[in-house]
């Protein structure tokens, strides 16, 4: 998982957090890619727990 | 922090097929009668413990313990998704970091659920929603 590419995305939030993410995207780059790196992680991580029913027996969904 | 049980091993998993190497088991029997929205903030929290781990890996570590997966599943890791591989490094860190038992977790949840909710990120939310958004487009 060390590959790497540029990825953009295209996000619509409350104007000031805009203004806020623009900002930490020009002064630490780094820290969002952390961001978005541990958001993925996280789901995935989330899914695998979820269908593996591991922890207890998955839902039965009518 | 500590908790009242230690967590469950990671069941066998079947040989047929990839899905079946990395896909569901049958899991422990009995829980079923937990709170759904509980149950899916328990797997918020316990995800929430894994992938700190996870990230705090090296990528020689994070590299070791899904080759050592896919060997366990007899899978090559060159040929993995990215969800394969999440998969496979997800069961690995699952037996080594301590996951508190469900029942635990949603007695300790519902007396203080501020003990708790900053760790979770709402992905139970979101689940629901593709699940009712992949329902109705099967319509």
Partial sequence: MSDTRPVEL??????????????????????????????????????????SGDLFPPLVHS | MTFKSEPQAIPNVGQNSDEDRLGTSAGAQGRADVDPVLRAKYLDYCSAQISEVFLSLTDEHTYQLMEEAALEA???????????????????????VPL?????????????????????LGLWESEEQDRHGQQGEER
């Fill in chain 1, 10 to 51: 295209v996000l619509r939030l409350p104007n000031e957090m805009a203004d806020s993410v623009e900002e930490v995207r020009e002064r630490d780059p780094e820290y969002l890619n952390r961001v978005i790196r541990y958001a993925i992680v996280r789901r995935a991580v989330y899914r695998e727990l979820q269908s």
């Fill in chain 2, 74 to 96: 007899d899978l090559t890791v060159g040929a993995l998704s990215f969800q394969a591989m999440m998969k496979l490094v997800t069961r690995k860190l699952r037996k080594s």
């Fill in chain 2, 100 to 120: 508190p038992d469900i029942e635990t977790w949603v007695t300790e949840y519902t007396e203080d659920p501020g003990r708790y909710d900053p760790f979770l």
